[in-house]
């Protein structure tokens, strides 16, 4: 599952592309995704429109990326989930602590 | 690890070991000229059996087979037992990789007695050797450089080769050593889970029995009111995460449950103590279940699991519950209020809990069983006794998936609602004969407002009492003869409520609210319990002192009366109603006021 990203200086904000399953094996990328940058983006993005299935260990992910943008402060969005991915998302209440889109 | 690794050796500069055997008048001989000594260092042995002798005799180091990186073996030498030889020099090296090159006469297509020799080569790399080298009688300094090239190119071979055989043995040892930390955090999790109420006969479930533990997590224990909470949880991860949670899950749920606090409660602490303990990225969805069976009242919370479902008997509609909470330990204690939902069941209605396993089991067409199929294997089993319609699920989850997949991630729970007479029936069946030591004590526990206001002392009672092992089976009766004391000497006696606003539409609104009012205003009094237990393991008598500091009422216009002390109690509305007072003479031997009116002792008796 190959993780991308790309910095809009403009907007300040990062936006991370997850392809395929996103899942444990992503751990490193997704984190080196925002981690390897100089300074702190203001605002996040995680695109999934390529993201076929997301497990429990990538929603610990999101959660660890949410900690790292400063936890309650953060402004970050999911955008572009399909049907599967939007379920577990909504499952998980996760609307309560990212924006999706 | 021997430490004459070829490459380490090629960058420390130590010469490789190269061992030569070869008969004394080959021209073999001669390659001991192409080998750089600086980067090489040359033994030369002319028969096998000095070789095998020497690797015996001697402890001199370069002898050694295992300092040796590299043989070449003379064809010369071995002739027609060359495959033998290579196989018998291979058992010598064992598990290292030492490549043996063969040595060979001239051009090997040439001759009748060529073709002897390129059949000894073939043999012999059948049997292992790596490769062969053809040396002229008279080499050029061109066939020794070719020479030297090929053994460099084998020392780099080998040097790949053991870093790969490292690497791999590493490999094996982190693996082992994982498997071990896992069986360690699984024994701890079994012990910690180990005195559940799981195995009462209205808990059905099937979980995954696999020797790693999965994540997922089944808790139930009986409340001290006679009902039961049952929690399932999944883990994030698998193994070591999920161990390092369901630890302080575990154990903070059962001495929770047991001393009497509410659901809500219990699944708030569940979450600021994992929320405290955890990795941010570690957390754990859950639902919780609590059965009052007296007033067949269920009570459900779904924090990011599938839906549970409610199957009513004599229904074939099925009611699902969907998450609609985080999971526990992403968000601190202020932010996190449960909201149950809440049913009204009756006995032979049932509820399903599962994680997501049973929704994912996939068969070999790549398919999920999902939830149209559950809800399918669920509501058929509406007319099916209890028993048999969760062996009927299970059933047609494991033909769904097929016999040789794997189920190793399921969890499915069934809990039935029961009479309360039953439960109480089954709960004594899972309590195991308690054998105690006498006991004889005596505590004083005096609440002013602060307390009063804040604190809820029946959880810390019970607790108290709860140390007692025998007194354990009666901590339904405890729960209540304390709430009722208290509840009694807080809200009529110190505040001075009376009983009669609840009658009242609206009523019980009014007089919380009334209560509330008076609690946050008050600025003296005092509630003071005194427990006094004597008893051994075939009874025991337990004698409850609660005094507030309230100004009482005339019980001796109620002894008066001569009558027993409940029928007098209705005679004399509405002073008292509401005290609880037959409810407490049904559980305790003795029921009486002291004093003026504003300290209560009763007598609870145990006999086995």
């Avoid at chain 2, 009666?474 to 110190?494: K, P, R, V």
């Amino acid at each position: 599952m190959p993780i991308s990203s790309t910095m809009s200086a403009a907007t300040s904000e990062l936006i991370i592309n997850v392809e395929g399953r996103f899942d444990f094996s992503a751990h490193q990328d997704f984190r080196s995704a925002y981690e390897d940058l100089d300074g702190l983006p203001k605002h996040f993005a995680v695109d999934m429109t390529e993201t076929t299935y997301l497990d429990s260990s990538a929603l610990g992910m999101l959660l660890l990326l949410r900690d790292y943008a400063g936890g309650d402060h953060s402004s970050i969005k999911i955008i572009n989930c399909n049907d599967d991915v939007r379920k577990i998302l909504v499952i998980s209440n996760f609307g309560r602590l990212f924006t999706i889109q | 690890m021997p430490a004459n690794l070829p490459s380490e050796k090629c960058t420390s500069q130590q010469p490789v070991n190269v061992c030569l055997l070869t008969p004394q008048q080959s021209h073999h001989l001669s390659i001991a000229h192409f080998l750089d000594p600086t980067l090489y260092h040359l033994t030369v042995v002319y028969s096998l059996e000095y070789f095998t002798q020497s690797l015996s005799a001697t402890k001199e180091k370069r002898y050694s087979i295992d300092a040796i990186d590299i043989i070449l073996l003379s064809t010369d030498l071995v002739r027609a037992e060359a495959a033998n030889t290579v196989r018998y020099l291979q058992t010598l090296i064992a598990d290292r990789y030492v490549p043996i090159i063969l040595l060979s006469q001239i051009d090997v297509s040439l001759s009748q007695t060529d073709i002897d020799e390129s059949s000894i080569l073939i043999d012999a790399m059948t049997a292992g050797a790596h490769d062969y080298i053809e040396i002229s009688p008279k080499p050029s300094a061109h066939t020794a450089k070719l020479f030297s090239a090929k053994i460099a190119s084998q020392v780099r071979i080998a040097a790949m080769q053991t870093l790969v055989q490292q690497q791999n043995t590493q490999i094996m040892q982190h693996h082992k050593h994982l498997m071990v930390e896992q069986q360690l955090a699984e024994e701890v999790f079994n012990k910690v889970s180990q005195n559940n109420g799981i195995d009462m006969a209205n808990i059905r479930h099937w979980l995954s029995p696999i020797a790693v533990f999965n994540g997922d997590v089944l808790l139930a224990a009986p409340t001290p009111s006679g009902g039961l909470i049952v929690l399932l949880g999944d883990f994030t991860g698998h193994g070591l995460p999920a161990a390092i949670g369901a630890i302080p899950l575990a154990s903070t749920f059962y001495s929770m449950v047991e001393k009497g606090f509410s659901m809500p409660d219990i699944i708030k602490e569940l979450n600021a103590k994992l929320h405290a303990i955890l990795p941010v990225s570690v957390f754990c969805c859950a639902s919780v279940v609590q059965l009052n069976f007296d007033e067949g009242i269920v009570d459900i919370w779904n924090a990011g699991l599938p839906d549970s479902y409610v199957l009513r008997k004599d229904s074939s509609t099925i009611e699902a519950i969907s998450s609609n909470g985080l999971a526990l330990g992403i968000v601190g204690a202020g932010e996190y209020q449960p909201k149950p939902t809440r049913f009204n069941l009756l006995a032979g209605d049932r509820l399903y809990l599962l994680s997501d396993g049973v929704l994912e089991a996939t068969n070999d067409k790549g398919e999920q069983f999902g939830d149209e199929r559950l809800l399918e294997a669920i509501s058929g089993q509406v007319n099916a006794n209890s028993e048999k319609g969760f062996a009927a699920i299970k059933q047609q989850v494991i033909d769904f998936i097929g016999e040789h997949s794997r189920a190793d991630d399921i969890s499915l729970v069934e809990l039935g609602m029961v009479n309360a007479s039953d439960f109480a029936a089954m709960y004594k069946e899972t309590q195991k004969t308690i054998t105690a030591e006498p006991v004889s004590w005596h505590f004083s526990y005096e609440l002013r407002p602060d307390s009063l206001r804040y604190q809820d002392p029946v959880p810390l009672l019970l607790h108290l009492l709860m140390e007692v092992p025998t007194l354990r089976r009666y901590s339904g009766q405890l729960f209540t003869i304390i709430t009722e004391l208290y509840n009694n000497a807080l809200e009529h006696g110190l505040l001075g409520l009376s009983s009669a606003l609840k009658q009242a539409p609206e009523g019980f609104k009014t007089y919380y609210n009334a209560r509330n009012k008076q609690l946050q205003a008050l600025k003296q009094g005092s509630v003071g319990f005194t427990l006094d237990y004597q008893g051994d393991d075939q009874q025991g008598l337990l004698v409850i002192d609660v005094v507030d500091s309230g100004k009482g009422f005339d019980y001796a216009a109620l002894a008066a009366l001569a009558l027993p002390l409940d029928q007098a109690l209705q005679q004399s509305q509405p002073v008292l109603s509401g005290r609880g007072i037959p409810l407490l003479q049904s559980i305790c031997s003795k029921v009486e006021y002291l004093g003026a009116g504003n300290h209560a002792r009763v007598e609870f008796n145990w006999t086995a």
